[in-house]
């Protein structure tokens, strides 16, 4: 498992177009990855558990992957995430 903490820059957080944007970049890659905010998880591939999250700008998230491409998994939505998500 490969495990990174970020924290959330752009204004609107991980709502409607970023967590949309930021689910499909997850989707590209073969493993497990989970988002962790304030003690609840979601499956990083899926834009409803992403936005039920309710994770606002200047929140810190983890994001953890367990499969064949984990770090390049991890390190490449933490790079999308300090990009500010698309937006």
Do not use: W
Not at 41 to 62: Q, T, Y
Not at 72 to 77: F, G, N
């Amino acid at each position: 498992m490969y495990t990174a903490n970020v924290t959330i820059i752009n204004k609107s957080g991980l709502h409607a177009r970023p967590a949309g944007n930021f689910a499909k970049l997850a989707k590209t890659f073969e493993s497990d990855i989970k988002l962790t905010f304030n003690n609840k998880e979601s499956v990083a591939k899926s834009i409803l558990g992403v936005m039920g999250l309710n994770i606002n700008k200047g929140d810190m998230v983890e994001l953890s992957a367990q499969g064949i491409d984990e770090k390049e998994a991890v390190e490449t939505l933490v790079e999308f995430i300090k990009d500010g998500c698309g937006e």
